[in-house]
């Protein structure tokens, strides 16, 4: 089964930007649609950005869109979240997911990384 590991959380003001990255190991990373989940204290984990295996499509819920882009690079294992225009409703942990030939379940799951926006 695959690993990931996230990176790149802080603390920004807002209307900043951080760039978030998920480095997946243990199995072939095509093999895998990938997305971004965030969850805020007393909220539901969300969804905010999905992948599929090779890059050419993307979604994004209408709270994100313009502001958010997910991208992957398959030959670095790595898929990437590069959020713009952050807003203190941002601030949330926000976790790497992995669904295994695109089933609709994600399965496997980085343990997050705290994003602070402050206002």
């Known amino acids: 089964q695959v690993q990931l590991e996230e990176s790149g959380g802080g603390l920004v003001q807002a209307g900043g930007s951080l760039r978030l990255s998920c480095v997946a190991s243990?199995?072939?990373?095509?093999?895998?649609?990938m997305a971004w989940f965030r969850q805020a204290p007393g909220k539901e984990r969300e969804l905010i950005a999905a992948i599929n295996w090779r890059g050419d499509a993307t979604h994004y819920p209408n709270s994100v869109k313009g502001r958010f882009t997910i991208s992957r690079d398959n030959a670095e294992n790595t898929v990437t979240l590069q959020m713009n225009s952050l807003k203190p409703e941002d601030t949330a942990v926000y976790y790497c997911a992995a669904d295994f030939l695109g089933q609709g379940a994600y399965a496997y799951w980085g343990q997050g990384t705290q994003v602070t926006v402050s206002s």
């Open positions: 243990g199995h072939t990373f095509t093999d895998y649609h």
